[in-house]
Nanobody, 124 residues
Framework: QVQLVESGGGLVQAGGSLRLSCAAS????????MGWFRQAPGKEREFVAR????????YYADSVKGRFTISRDNAKNTVYLQMNSLKPEDTAVYYC?????????????????WGQGTQVTVSS
């Protein structure tokens, strides 16, 4: 069992930055693929970014490419999402998710464990 706890959300003006953190419990964190997803009001949950077990492979949704960076520190059991040049359309609840099967997928169904989410609000 893996528990994930996100932090770092908040209110920021357009063009600003935030860094989200996701702390994971469990000794097998370093073996998992990890992902970030988001869900805006009235919309379906969508993929944002994912990272492989070592951090050597990352992939981003087109909507955030060049602005967001996913990274991980396996010694701290933590994955991060650095968000720069934020836009109002980035407003959503952001979730981190763990993929024990290391499928490196953009689909939520391959992620077995989810955090509770952290709210990001970008004002115009």
């Amino acid at each position: 069992q893996v528990q994930l706890v996100e932090s770092g959300g908040g209110l920021v003006q357009a063009g600003g930055s935030l860094r989200l953190s996701c702390a994971a419990s469990g000794r097998t964190f370093s073996r998992y693929g990890m992902g970030w997803f988001r869900q805006a009001p009235g919309k379906e949950r969508e993929f944002v970014a994912r990272i492989n077990w070592s951090g050597g492979s990352t992939y981003y949704a087109d909507s955030v490419k060049g602005r967001f960076t996913i990274s991980r520190d396996n010694a701290k059991n933590t994955v991060y999402l650095q968000m720069n040049s934020l836009k109002p359309e980035d407003t959503a609840v952001y979730y981190c998710a763990a993929d024990p099967g290391h499928h490196l997928s953009v689909q939520a169904l391959w992620y077995d464990y989810w955090g509770q989410g952290t709210q990001v609000t970008v004002s115009s």
